[in-house]
């Protein structure tokens, strides 16, 4: 049977490079782009779109039975720093519209599900380094506070209704095509935009604060990596640790300075830093290789110089 995949949130950071990619793969018309709002004018072109609220089960149930959808990938979420400003819209949005895609798949009206879980859902009292895939989590945030529920419910609706859902945990998400949205580690997306723009950026972390980050490309490929495994290999029903590199504001400068020399950098803290010190500074991601073969491609090196030309190319446009 041929897949009719929905992406719900397909305009935001990260669901706009996957529409295009499984676009690719699967043909235009096999892939339904939704979101609450149109998106930029690449995805808009590249194929069918729908607007959907997340929290319309009624309205997402009339899309799946037009298309006879067969997968969702569930990307609509209020991320970090812009849950802390709205913290009952957040939790509404991030837990409700999971439920409404567990509810549709256990009524049999989808076979697979995709939902992303976060590096946020670990917290203050997590080791910091090299965090293991089963740890301490209690995380400081609501958007952790939804991720880490919404593990919890995916797992249980896997053991008790057979509901075939799919997560992996994203570290920071870096990319040059999309704007972030409105997630601490935005930072290492804004300061390569600004390197190339006015050569300087005041960061809203400090020097050393290290996350762990990842380049869209390789974010992409294990997302759609993992729906293509067999169901045996997906060992772990709550989410997955995934990880590809960690660093510093500093070092992510002092990178940029070898491809643009005259950058300069300065630091502001604002209520983001206490968020990031909350987080993990590296993660075990050992399950994720061993179960479906996870291995990431990019580092800070080729990350940054991939970004920088793909940048340098967009604004000579």
């Known amino acids: ?45 590249s194929g069918p779109f729908e607007i959907i609220d997340a929290l319309n089960k009624d309205g997402i149930e009339k899309i799946l039975d037009k298309y006879a959808i067969t997968e969702v990938y569930l990307m609509a979420a209020m991320l970090s720093a812009v849950g802390e400003k709205y913290p009952a819209k957040a939790w509404e949005l991030n837990m409700n519209s999971l439920f409404n895609v567990l509810n549709l798949a256990k009524e049999g009206k989808i076979k697979k599900i995709f939902w992303p879980s976060s590096i946020a859902v670990f917290g203050p009292t997590t080791p910091k380094q090299k965090t293991p895939q089963k740890t301490i989590m209690e995380p400081s945030t609501v958007y952790g506070m939804s991720k880490l529920a919404g593990e919890r419910w995916c797992e249980y609706y896997f053991n008790k209704y057979n509901v075939d859902v799919r997560s992996i945990r994203y570290p920071g998400i870096i990319s040059w095509k999309t704007n972030p949205g409105g997630g601490t580690t ?50 772990i029903r709550s989410s997955y ?17 070898k491809f643009v020399p005259n950058f300069e950098i300065s630091y502001h803290e604002d209520f983001r830093q206490r968020i990031a010190d909350s987080w993990p500074q590296s993660i075990d991601d050992s399950k994720a290789k061993e179960d479906w073969g996870w291995k990431h491609k990019f580092d800070l090196h080729t990350m940054s110089e991939n970004m920088l030309n793909s940048l340098h190319k967009k604004f000579e446009k």
């Open 1 to 45: 049977m041929n897949k009719q995949i929905l992406i719900i949130g397909a305009c935001g950071q990260i669901g706009t490079e996957l529409t295009l990619k499984l676009r690719e793969i699967n043909g235009k018309n096999a892939v339904i782009a939704s979101d609450i709002r149109e998106g930029n004018e690449e995805l808009m072109q």
């Open 241 to 257: 640790n995934l990880a590809a590199m960690s660093f510093t504001p500093e070092e992510i400068a002092l990178e940029i300075k």
């Open 186 to 235: 935005d930072y290492a997306v804004e300061i390569y935009n600004n390197a190339l723009l006015v050569g300087k950026y005041d960061s809203f972390l400090n020097k050393s604060t290290k996350l762990p980050m990842m380049y869209m490309d390789d974010a992409i490929t294990a997302t759609i990596k993992i729906m293509d495994a067999k169901p045996e290999n997906i060992k």
